[in-house]
């Protein structure tokens, strides 16, 4: 019985008996508890436990079933609580310490025996648990949630430095200084992760909108880029608004992998060109070559913790010894790499666009809208791609949401141009590494990769311009090898040759064109080999069968009857109208819908059709097993006239779904609700 009480102290004046009476322990337990709380960040919140009030309480009230007016000493044994009416107790691990419980187990038990009376613990003792358990603390007071965010705090430093080079080199893409891609992806980085659709992904300068924006740089200069990226922003807000990133469902798989696998190939070409010189790979036998391989194999096989280790791990070997390896302050200049507060971005639009604006807004705005269009389509498709990429890969039980992706994107490339930036999207390879490093818990490994990334520009930008890119690019090369959809090459033969295809060609086009019509030309020829294939399988099965004609008719025995199977739209319509024998069928026919549904127009007027060449010859369709819906609209086709068929077995049992979405383009035909 002793072993169940903890922290018990003997004098009887301690005891409390319960919340609602007024004794001077009681008001002491509440002093100390809201003194300890004082210490926390949040005294208001805290004290008064506003914060999150949905999540449970570990040391709440217990529910008013544990309380009973029948006791036992031998359920308070055999469960480790409850206690006698009026007797305070001390239970390890009881929801509230303190407050009088009674086991509900002691009514089952039917014992009568009472427990002697236990004495409550130290109320000094019990203070500071009581307020923390009562009141909501700090979270990162929690062990497992500090873990978390600490993680999220890494790989976002890790993901930083993945993100130099590759802002870099999407910048000398667009025609700008290097600089711009960077704040670019300070800014854009940012805000993406804050308002975006989940933890985990990283937005940056990315090359598919650098290629978009190549042209436009190149005949109007960078200025033009900074309201593109803007404008583009804007549309992003728009479209996610108005709910268009639920489209992205419309992508199918295998134009998925295709996507992936492009884009897993455009990021090791990317790389390819650091290991080059004069336009020729560098050769193993010199100096400069050995040394170069050399720091990108050691970052690869140390890429432990993900990236930061391996990355630092190089850079300081290739210091120590000396190697001659290209650094990020040789490719982006020394000048980027300065430091200080001169290198922070101005914000407002550049001069060189704005006066222009100003002075003929509407030609200023035909120049840029073509590519603002097309970089919002381009960030959104390769953001909400990457997108559903991690909820495939963090394992968290969390889907993201298309909407607030492409609002976050739109945001944050709206801010990104009205700090001069060039404008981009969501990142695969470094959404990855981030996930891969535990960052896909938080959204704080994004915005702590755009902080630190701007830290590094503004503080350390002399030590971060001395990272050898030979690192970097090891670490991206680790990414292309984890990315690539290496499982497609088995699935060759395995799967319909149409999705091998669709894989291939969207493969192709990612690499040679760009994202948006790659994913555009898959989803199109996808679309059309479904409906090719869904024409194919319509049938009828003929049978005979008994009809037994509305309003009192006659019994027609023996009627020759089409059992339609398979979907009836516009793509089987034609194979609809083939299966049917009108001059040799009888004067009375059935074709029964049961397994067949109908979906548009066009397959209202192949019913129509083939009702019209029985009616031709004087025979007559019964139709069997329709929705209302269809009923309604053919009915209606006749404008009240009588139709070369009649609907038999028109009941509970026919299914129930609508053909067309807007009845008001049936003049009154209600159209049935689908659910």
Not at 643 to 665: L, R
Request: contains cysteine; positive net charge.
């Amino acid at each position: 019985m002793y072993n169940m009480m903890t922290m018990r102290v003997k004098a009887k004046h301690c005891r409390v008996h319960r919340w609602t009476g007024t004794s001077n322990s009681s008001l002491v337990v509440i002093c100390l508890a809201i003194i300890t709380s004082i210490g926390n960040s949040n005294p208001w919140t805290n004290c008064f436990g506003f914060a999150r009030p949905a999540l449970p309480l570990p040391n709440s009230r217990p529910p008013k079933s544990l309380f009973s007016n029948d006791d036992s000493q031998s359920a308070l044994s055999s469960s480790g609580r409850g206690a006698v009416k009026g007797k305070s107790v001390s239970i390890s691990g009881t929801p509230l310490r303190g407050v009088l419980l009674h086991s509900s187990h002691s009514r089952i038990s039917g014992a009568n025996n009472e427990t002697p009376p236990s004495q409550l613990e130290s109320v000094v003792l019990n203070a500071k648990s009581l307020s923390e358990n009562l009141f909501r603390s700090n979270p990162f007071s929690n062990p497992s949630l500090r873990t978390k965010y600490v993680t999220a705090i890494a790989a976002g430093l890790a993901v930083s430095l993945a993100m130099v080079p590759e802002a870099v080199s999407f910048s000398f893409v667009a025609g700008v200084n290097p600089l711009v891609g960077l704040w670019t992806t300070v800014v854009l980085g940012f805000f993406a992760a804050a308002f975006g659709g989940r933890a985990g992904i990283c937005s940056s300068a990315s090359g598919a909108c650098s290629i978009v924006v190549a042209g436009l740089c190149a005949s109007h200069g960078p200025g033009y880029l900074a309201g593109c990226a803007a404008l583009a922003g804007v549309l992003q807000i728009l479209a996610g608004s108005a709910g268009l990133g639920k489209l992205i469902r419309l992508v199918p798989h295998p134009v998925m992998i295709g996507f992936v696998n492009g884009l897993t190939l455009v990021m090791f070409r990317a790389q390819l060109t650091h290991f080059k010189h004069d336009g020729k790979f560098l050769s193993f036998f010199t100096p400069q070559g050995q040394a170069t391989y050399a720091c990108t194999g050691l970052t690869m096989i140390l890429a432990i913790p993900p990236t930061l280790g391996g990355v630092v791990i190089a850079a300081a070997v290739a210091r120590f010894f000396q190697w001659p390896v290209k650094t990020l302050a040789d490719v982006a200049g020394a000048e980027t790499f300065r430091g200080g507060v001169s290198v922070l971005p101005k914000l407002g639009l550049p001069s060189d666009f704005w006066i222009p604006l100003l002075t003929s807004p509407l030609d200023t705005l035909k120049i840029i809208l073509p590519y603002a269009i097309t970089m919002a389509a381009v960030g959104s498709i390769e953001s909400l791609l990457t997108l559903q990429l991690l909820d495939g890969i963090i394992d968290d039980g969390k889907r993201g949401s298309t909407k607030r992706e492409v609002i976050g994107q739109g945001i944050g490339n709206l801010a990104a141009g009205l700090t001069g930036g060039i404008g981009g999207c969501a990142l695969i390879g470094q959404s990855i590494i981030n996930a891969q490093s535990g960052g896909g818990v938080s959204r704080l490994s994004g915005i702590s990769m755009a902080i630190f990334l701007a830290l590094g520009i503004v503080t350390f930008a002399p030590l971060l311009g001395q990272t050898p890119i030979c690192a970097l690019s090891g670490v991206m090369l680790l990414v292309c090898q984890t990315s690539f959809s290496w499982g497609s090459l088995r699935l060759l033969g395995k799967i319909p040759n149409l999705d091998a295809f669709i894989i291939m060609l969207v493969t192709i086009v990612t690499v040679k064109d760009d994202l948006a019509k790659a994913v555009l030309v898959g989803t199109i020829t996808s679309a059309l080999g479904f409906a090719w294939k869904q024409s194919t399988t319509i049938s009828a099965a003929i049978t005979t069968t008994i009809l037994d004609l509305p309003h009192g008719g006659p019994r027609l025995p023996n009627i020759k009857s089409y059992n339609i199977n398979g979907p009836l739209f516009f793509g089987s319509s034609q194979q609809f109208s083939r299966l049917f024998s009108v001059k040799e069928d009888p004067n009375d026919i059935v074709i029964d819908f049961t397994n067949s549904r109908v979906f548009d127009h066009s397959a209202l007027e192949a019913i129509n059709t083939v009702a019209d060449r029985y009616g031709a010859l004087g025979k007559r369709v019964y139709l069997r097993h329709l929705s209302s819906d269809c009923a309604k609209l053919l009915a209606k086709v006749h404008d009240g006239g009588l139709p070369p068929f009649m609907i038999v077995e028109s009941g509970k049992f026919d299914p129930v779904y609508g053909v067309a979405e807007q009845s008001k383009y049936y003049k009154d035909v209600s159209v049935a609700n689908s659910g």
